[in-house]
């Protein structure tokens, strides 16, 4: 049997098909649903500056940052070569990783002074507080209100919080010391 040629449309459509097998998921990724493409209430957008990436240690920090192993060694490079370290910036882009996107979002993209001042403001806000502290401080606010109410353990602050300081007694008071004057010895002789 003699192979057959294919017609026009049909390379015209397997070319086509081609095409939009690479493109689909480019404009996906463009179109996630991201501040920018989605609305976002402050709530929300304070919340994602603060996140950090997953996975993220304090050592892992002081890796990048140093380019050096946990035992000392210098870090070795994808290439066999020594890594070098990253700076403090390129540092806190790994470990939030919302900041720049947003940043960016919004019609902020080509001005810097747009992403500036986002990022200020947000900075500003600070970290959102943790959501079980919010509770917390609610019941504590009706348990004093309560007539009566006894003296209670402590509710935990939950992870990360800061614990009160004990209630201690003052320092015994101190009696001044009165300076002692240097005993100088006499002179003698004179002047001349």
């Known amino acids: 049997m003699a192979k057959q040629d294919k017609s026009p449309a049909t390379i015209m459509a397997e070319r086509m098909a081609e095409v939009k097998a690479q493109l689909v998921p480019r404009v996906?990724?463009?179109m996630r649903p991201v501040y920018g493409n989605v609305s976002v209430n402050k709530k929300e957008q304070r919340a994602r500056f603060w996140?950090?990436?997953?996975g993220w240690t304090p050592e892992?920090?002081?890796?990048?940052?140093?380019g050096m192993n946990p035992d000392g060694t210098p870090a070795i490079g994808p290439d066999g070569q020594p890594a070098k370290p990253l700076s403090p910036r390129e540092v806190g882009l790994l470990k939030y990783p919302n900041r720049e996107i947003d940043a960016k979002a919004g019609g902020r993209a080509d001005s810097l002074k747009m992403?500036?001042?986002?990022v200020r403001e947000m900075a500003e806000w600070g970290p959102p507080e943790p959501e079980g502290l919010?509770?917390?401080?609610q019941q504590a606010q009706q348990q004093d209100a309560t007539p009566g109410a006894g003296p209670q353990a402590q509710p935990s602050l939950g992870r990360g919080a800061p614990m009160p300081a004990p209630e201690m007694a003052p320092p015994p008071a101190v009696p001044p010391v009165e300076p002692m004057a240097p005993e100088m010895p006499?002179?003698?002789g004179g002047m001349a």
Do not use: F, G, I
């Open 134 to 137: 919010e509770l917390l401080a």
């Open 115 to 118: 992403q500036a001042e986002y």
């Open 186 to 188: 006499p002179m003698q």
């Open 60 to 66: 892992k920090e002081r890796l990048l940052l140093t």
């Open 28 to 30: 996906a990724e463009v």
């Open 51 to 54: 996140q950090v990436e997953k």
